[in-house]
């Protein structure tokens, strides 16, 4: 497609729950890289994709959180038990190489009640 | 680590004034790269103007240019001839060199309201 495509837009969910985040990159992006905004705050970074190479995940804040990237399609962000300090922008952006600019979706808002 | 501050929280300009915005970052990396990123009230990010540390010039794109003094570790993004639709939130963010090369650390940003 033209552009970082994210689904769903909009999510909302009960504590406890788990929730999936598809993001779908530029085509021909080898790179790809989520990031997490709250309200009102910069973005903290989550975890990046190479190609084939194993994920950079230092950026993940806990083991409930989880992500997932088949070749340089399709990356799903999986956070499990989901807790109300998990509300926030999750933005996924690509680009066409490590040091490339990174083009950004809409995002997913995640609310948990 | 890498570090992006932005010291201004909000900035009040008249349309068709040139604004500049702060940004000073840290880093112990000799090779970096620095991006201003433009976010309304829609949310998406949108790419602005990118800066290399060892680009010679300044870069400039349209209305945005970004001034790079490398000896203080600043990268303000200038904007001229300011117009409603820059009104928006703006990030400054740091590429590092060998570790961390890929993500992107993120200032707090500043939130720029153009006035009629």
């Known amino acids: 497609g033209a552009g970082v495509s994210q689904s769903p837009s909009n999510k909302v969910t009960e504590k406890g729950k788990d929730v999936e985040l598809r993001c779908d990159p530029i085509s021909g992006h080898t790179a790809l890289y989520w990031y997490r905004q709250r309200l009102g705050q910069g973005l903290e970074f989550l975890i990046y994709?190479?190609?084939?190479?194993?994920?950079?995940k230092s950026g993940l804040p806990s083991d409930r959180f989880s992500a997932e990237r088949t070749g340089e399609s399709v990356s799903t962000l999986t956070i499990q038990r989901t807790q109300q300090e998990d509300s926030a922008v999750y933005l996924c952006?690509?680009?066409?190489?490590?040091?490339?600019?990174?083009?950004f979706g809409d995002g997913t808002r995640l609310s948990i009640l | 680590a890498q570090k992006i501050t932005q010291t201004q929280p909000g900035m009040f300009v008249q349309e068709k004034e040139a604004v500049t915005l702060d940004c000073t970052y840290d880093t112990s990396d000799p090779s970096y790269g620095l991006f201003w990123y433009k976010q309304p009230s829609s949310g998406e990010m949108i790419f602005l103007i990118y800066?290399?540390?060892?680009?010679?010039q300044n870069a400039t794109e349209g209305r945005y240019s970004l001034n790079f003094q490398k000896a203080r570790k600043s990268a303000n993004l200038v904007i001229s001839a300011s117009q409603l639709g820059d009104s928006a939130m703006y990030f400054c963010a740091m590429r590092g060199g060998y570790q961390g090369a890929q993500k992107l650390v993120f200032g707090q940003g500043t939130r720029l309201t153009i006035n009629p």
């Open positions: 994709f190479q190609g084939n190479s194993a994920p950079d």
């Open positions: 800066q290399g540390s060892y680009d010679q």
């Open positions: 952006a690509s680009s066409l190489g490590p040091v490339a600019p990174q083009h």
